[in-house]
Nanobody, 119 residues
């Protein structure tokens, strides 16, 4: 059994910064891509950023230049540094990872963490 646990959300003023963390735990053999998604009220969940096991990254256009995704493979953790936050970044943020145990492949999701950007 594997799981993802997120932390770091909260309330921040426009222009502020937050860092989200997501740690994988369990009988992990390896982790492939890790990513962050978000879902705002009344909207579909969208991919925000993704990072491969080799460190290649990709971002949705609306966050390019403001958000940075990174990972610590030794800690099985992915981070999302969010700068210059805007009210339209308000959403529940979910991490996602493709995790392999010796026996199984899992498409894992975290429980979600709320990010609210408001003055």
């Amino acid at each position: 059994q594997v799981q993802l646990v997120e932390s770091g959300g909260g309330l921040v003023q426009p222009g502020g910064s937050l860092r989200l963390s997501c740690a994988a735990s369990g009988s992990i053999f390896s982790i492939n891509a890790m990513g962050w998604y978000r879902q705002a009220p009344g909207k579909q969940r969208e991919l925000v950023a993704v990072i491969t096991s080799g460190g290649s990254t990709n971002y949705v256009d609306s966050v390019k230049g403001r958000f940075t995704i990174s990972r610590d493979n030794a800690k099985n953790t992915v981070y999302l540094r969010m700068n210059s936050l805007k009210p339209e970044d308000t959403a529940v943020y979910y991490c996602n990872a493709e995790i392999f145990t010796v026996e199984e492949q899992y498409d894992c999701w975290g429980q979600g963490t709320q990010v609210t950007v408001s003055s």
